[in-house]
């Protein structure tokens, strides 16, 4: 449950459908946790980030991508944001 009174929200969404479990205040972006794209332009202007990514299989690839690839494009997409603006 996203509390939206006193921030604004930004949310990463997997599929465009996604959009009616958020509240109308809340700016999606639809992609994934691994496209450093679609991660920055979501990322764009916040300060604060709630990882709450999960694999929706137990597949190893899902999993990778999810749990390895998504933290490190996240956290690089932070470093530059933060050390270089």
């Known amino acids: 449950m996203f509390s939206c009174s006193i921030y604004s929200s930004q949310a990463l969404i997997r599929k465009d459908s996604d959009r009616e479990n958020l509240p109308d205040k809340v700016q999606a972006f639809v992609g994934d ?3 450093a ?3 920055d332009a979501a990322m764009s202007g916040v300060n604060k980030v709630v ?6 299989t137990f597949l190893s690839g899902e999993l990778a991508n999810v749990d390895s690839e998504g933290v490190r494009v996240a956290t ?3 470093q530059v944001r933060f050390y270089f603006n």
């Open 33 to 35: 946790v691994s496209d």
């Open 51 to 56: 990882y709450c990514a999960r694999a929706k």
């Open 76 to 78: 690089k997409a932070l």
């Open 37 to 39: 794209k679609v991660l």
